[in-house]
């Protein structure tokens, strides 16, 4: 309401700037004006007329065409360039003959013209012509400030439903520059119960409103999925079932998604549809990660390939929607590739974000981009919030049994155990019936592991001696996609029993049963519990679950494990 009325003020349609060097024509037009209700302002030469305008801004120029110290086409000039995006009108009047003069000034912006002598009438309508467009104009300039406050509000408002939920971490740099009021990209990031961290940039088809109503879907699935403890892969997949329904055929996502451990040192990195994600090692090597996945929202069912990497600290990761290798610059040159590149090459200590922020001002001047500019950079290391290398055992309680309990158990067979996750499935349950408490989030990470475990180890049968290096880790997940998308057979069973207990505490028993061959566990256990270098990349096992309950049983040669939580 404020930009209207300031721009409703701005300029007054009712007085008009009359400049002529004879009297007589000056007198003649005032005394027209004031007939028609208009406050006339005069003046004999064109740097008169000019102090004038910037004083009294009048709604309307009528000015003669030859004058002796500035003529009217330079006054129109300087009259236009004063009023900006306000809308002055210049009726130019004049006694010259000379049609290739009036050519000539017909780029300088005057919109009427009237060649003397001419009739009163004439001129009264042409007047009326002009301020009729006038107002118009303004009117026009009232509704697009009002809708433009309107827009920035809801913006914000869009903003914090969408964004604002973002995990702070100090390894995660986030930037965003929107082409209009709302962009089409979103940059989102969470963190799950087990303290692994998820970020992804998405980039919807075009950009503005119309761009942005499918952030908040892409958002609110995205934060359930990860809160729930679903893996990267189930994420994706529930985003495009979302999108797929809800888009219009000419919308789609195209999106980048990283998923990191929580000791920071395995990601996961899907690229569907934006340019390369750009990995650079420590010794300086850079790794493009390119899409070899279609964008979210086309397609019903998705066949998705990731990239799986281990990191090392001094590593760094660059994810950005091609609003950046596109921006325009002078002539309308892109600024391409090679100059993002450079940028890795010639890094502050301020990071990658702050040296292509500041090579894209170079670039462009100032120019209105086309497209949203959005990047996302990581360094690779520990988090913050990590959890520490120490656990202190739960001590069992002496707490009496009460009556009310419930028991919830899954089993996954075959084709079902590589499309489905029981720990999620569970841990829904047990939030919903229990209540979202922070008592609760060992258990996820409890069943993680023990989940994880009787996949990977016993129904796939892969080694954990494989992931005693960085290739060999890579080589186990290689091994692990080819085995899950090949499983027919085998099966895994996910029980919980939650019993309710004296002075307030809980009891949760967790058994999981697989169709493996089992393991030694006297030999893991120890292996695990020597923590060495060399095994520094096969995970925190079955020490940190120990770690994490009251007690852990394995029975059947390991193929079933019974684990015990209390509450405090």
């Keep these: 309401m404020l930009a209207t009325e300031t721009h409703r003020e701005t300029y007054s349609l009712s007085h008009v700037l009359i400049v002529d060097d004879f009297d007589a024509n000056r007198t003649l037009l005032a005394r027209l004006a004031q007939q028609m209700g208009l406050s006339p302002i005069t003046a004999s030469g064109g740097e008169e007329a000019l102090e004038l305008f910037l004083t009294h801004r009048p709604g309307l120029v009528i000015t003669d065409l030859c004058m002796q110290d500035m003529d009217g086409i330079e006054l129109t000039r300087r009259v236009k360039a004063a009023a ?17 003069l009036i050519e000539e000034s017909l780029g300088v912006g005057w919109d009427s013209f009237i060649r ?9 309508g042409k007047i009326n012509s002009m301020l009729r467009f006038a107002r118009m104009h303004h009117k026009t300039m009232q509704l697009m400030a009002a809708r433009e406050q309107e827009e920035q509000l809801a913006e914000q408002l869009f903003s914090r439903a969408v964004e604002q939920a973002n995990v702070k971490d100090h390894r995660l740099h986030l930037y965003k520059q929107p082409a209009a009021t709302f962009s089409g990209d979103v940059v989102l990031s969470a963190r799950r119960l087990d303290g692994e961290l998820f970020f992804l940039l998405g980039d919807f088809t075009g950009h503005g409103l119309t761009t942005a109503v499918g952030a908040l879907p892409l958002s609110e699935t995205f934060r359930a999925m990860v809160n729930k403890g679903y893996d990267s892969r189930q994420i994706l997949e529930q985003i495009n079932l979302k999108l797929r329904r809800l888009l219009p055929v000419n919308m789609f996502l ?3 998604m990283v998923s990191v451990s929580a000791d920071g040192r395995i990601a996961t990195i899907w690229n569907l ?8 090692r420590r010794d300086g090597r850079i790794e493009p990660i390119p899409s070899e996945n279609p964008p979210l929202g086309i397609l019903n069912s998705l066949g998705l390939t990731a990239f799986n990497t281990t990191l090392s600290e001094g590593d760094r990761l660059l994810m950005y929607s091609d609003g950046v290798i596109e921006a325009r610059g002078e002539g309308e040159e892109l600024f391409g590739d090679q100059r993002l590149l450079d940028c890795f090459c010639n890094t502050p200590e301020t990071g990658l974000i702050e040296c292509l922020k500041h090579s894209l001002e170079q670039f462009t001047q100032g120019r209105t981009q086309s497209d949203d500019i959005s990047m996302i ?14 656990f202190s055992p739960q001590a069992p309680s002496n707490a009496e049994v009460l009556s009310g309990a419930w028991r919830w158990s899954l089993e996954l067979k075959g ?23 922070s008592c609760w989030d060992p258990v996820f990470t409890i069943l993680t592991e023990l989940y994880v475990n009787a996949l990977d180890h016993g129904v796939l049968g892969l080694k954990s001696s494989l992931k005693h290096s960085a290739e060999g880790f890579m080589e186990y997940f290689q091994q692990r996609e080819k085995r899950l998308s090949n499983l027919n057979t085998g099966s895994i069973q996910v ?4 019993t309710r207990m004296s002075q307030g505490r809980r009891r949760l028993d967790i058994r999981i049963i697989d169709s493996g061959p089992g393991f ?14 060399e095994s520094r990349l096969m995970g925190r096992g079955i020490t940190l679950v120990s770690s994490l309950c009251t007690s852990l049983e394995y029975f059947d040669r390991g193929t079933s494990v019974h684990v015990v939580f209390e509450t405090a």
């Design 254 to 256: 195209a999106l980048a």
């Design 415 to 437: 084709p079902d155990l590589a499309n489905n996750n029981p720990v999620a499935q569970a841990m829904s349950h047990l939030l919903e019936t229990e209540g979202r408490d």
């Design 116 to 124: 003397r002598p001419f009739s009163l009438s004439l001129m009264k």
């Design 273 to 280: 549809g934006l340019p390369d994600v750009l990995l650079q």
């Design 84 to 100: 900006g995006e306000h809308f002055i009108p210049v009726i130019l009047a004049t006694s010259s003959s000379e049609d290739n």
């Design 495 to 498: 029980s919980l029993q939650l």
């Design 520 to 533: 030694n566990v006297n030999e893991v256990m120890q292996r695990q519990a020597q923590g060495d270098d």
């Design 377 to 390: 950079e990581f360094h690779a290391g520990p988090a913050e919030t990590s959890s520490p290398a120490t």
